[in-house]
């Protein structure tokens, strides 16, 4: 479904960023892997040949500028940019969240973006390419203890649908995924440093109607489709992968 296709990632070394990253790899799609350590180096390895780990923090518009140049003098071009880099702490009320914290987590989450898109526009509007960001459903419902992680995500909805529009008339699909509970290596550490792991697994899975909640290639499966050209009609559109989570129904 990716055959030929160039694919840059952000936060591509664990969790979603990963599982989306071996998905592309497997289906034919040269991958560079962006993150903000020397793992993307070992990730690429382990990819095979052909594809590309650059370090690069998203929030710093001078390093994603230098980073999309390496990965265009590499590749030759861009077909997509999925934007999936983000941050998740703090965990609290809005009136308890300091200005460093709420300037972390927007700064990686939305400005990260702008910096993508600034930088892999010319690329992408050449090959008529695709933008995929990984929000989260809370982003659309809240979640309690979360204020400034939701409120970016919900930033990010917005911004995903007025850039579809924006670049439409370009050829340029702009879509999200909207996950849920996803098992990554930072839920399973969360959970094991819960008081009760074992009752708080089962919370997780109750939450999702389908009854459980999944690993991370459920999500990387939805995000091979939106771009994919099997999606070529598909741009503002915000894809929930949830399992049904927010229907609001419990298993009994």
Request: charged content about 20%; some cysteine; proline content about 4%.
């Amino acid at each position: 479904m990716l055959e030929g296709k160039m694919i840059m990632v952000t936060g591509g070394a664990d969790g979603i960023g990963w599982a989306c990253a071996q998905a592309y790899a497997k289906l034919g799609a040269r991958v560079a892997i962006l993150g903000i350590d020397d793992l993307v180096a070992a990730r690429a390895a382990e990819l095979g040949g052909g594809h590309l780990g650059v370090m690069c923090d998203v929030s710093r518009d001078d390093q994603v500028k230098v980073a999309v140049e390496r990965v265009l003098g590499e590749f030759g071009g861009l077909d997509g940019v999925h934007n999936n880099a983000g941050v998740g702490v703090p965990a609290k009320p809005l009136h308890t969240t300091t200005d460093a914290e709420w300037n972390t987590i927007f700064d990686v989450n939305v400005r990260g973006m702008l910096h993508t898109t600034r930088h892999a526009f010319e690329a992408l509007r050449r090959s008529r390419g695709s933008i995929l960001n990984t929000s989260s459903l809370v982003g659309s419902m809240g979640q309690a203890d979360h204020a400034a992680y939701a409120a970016s995500k919900g930033a990010m909805n917005a911004l995903t649908l007025s850039m579809a529009l924006d670049y439409a008339p370009l050829g340029i699909r702009v879509n999200a995924v909207l996950p849920a509970g996803v098992w990554t290596p930072m839920l399973r550490k969360w959970n094991a440093a819960q008081p009760h792991p074992e009752a708080m697994e089962q919370y997780l899975n109750s939450i999702h109607p389908l009854g459980y909640c999944p690993e991370a290639d459920v999500i990387a499966d939805a995000c091979v489709f939106l771009l994919s050209d099997k999606a070529r009609f598909v741009t503002g559109h915000l894809m929930h992968v949830t399992g049904g989570a927010e229907l609001g129904y419990r298993r009994s």
